[in-house]
């Protein structure tokens, strides 16, 4: 990404590095909306194996936030976390646990969510994460650092969080996206395509 190739360059003044997308196949993805609840209830997904650097304090954060305030919201963590235990004491937290990357379709069915939040502290590289649910067409919010911010701006179904804002200042932009979320008729073209591997990403000379 961008962002990466910025960070190297503040460290190493090299001058022939270059930013690529990995190759991903080219989609035409439909954009799948929030399902309306009569019962107001947001139900928030969190995705992959989640440890300090991929924000688990930030969603332990958030759990207590919710039981404190008896907000109607539910947390689905899609995965497991480096600390199960601390969120076994909340009914409205749900943790699959381990999977295979075949078996996230049939995960994203059974768990229904509005939206999947990423809430990486480090900076991405890249983040393949976002790739499968972009390539699943749902909503995203991700915090902003790194080269996840980078690569969303350019769709709709996507919100990039200030990581400094409060909790209820979070909630409340992220509440304000899935209502627009629920009327948006979208669909966009999603990976990285190149012609050749060796000339165009990894940029070989020709002999």
Do not use: C
């Amino acid at each position: 990404s961008k962002d990466t190739k910025e960070r190297i360059l503040k460290k190493i003044p090299v001058k022939n590095i270059a930013a690529q997308y990995h190759p991903e196949s080219v989609k035409k993805i439909s954009f799948v909306p929030p399902k309306s609840d009569s019962e107001g209830v947001l139900r928030i997904g969190f995705i992959g194996a989640i440890g300090a650097h991929k924000g688990i304090n930030k969603i332990k954060s958030l759990v207590n936030y919710i039981e404190e305030h008896s907000l109607s919201i539910e947390v689905v963590i899609l995965g497991y976390t480096s600390d199960n235990s601390f969120f076994e004491g909340f009914d409205f937290v749900t943790i699959t646990g381990k999977y295979q990357s075949s078996e996230l379709d049939n995960l994203l069915l059974d768990s229904p969510i509005d939206l999947i939040f990423l809430t990486s502290i480090w900076p991405e590289t890249y983040g393949y994460t976002f790739s499968e649910i972009m390539q699943k067409g749902l909503p995203i919010v991700s915090l902003d650092i790194g080269a996840v911010p980078e690569r969303s701006r350019n769709y709709k179904n996507t919100l990039i969080i200030d990581p400094s804002l409060s909790i209820e200042e979070t909630l409340a932009k992220i509440k304000l996206f899935i209502s627009q979320m629920k009327t948006l008729n979208y669909s966009y073209i999603f990976g990285n395509s190149y012609t050749s591997i060796s000339s165009d990403y990894y940029k070989f000379n020709k002999v």
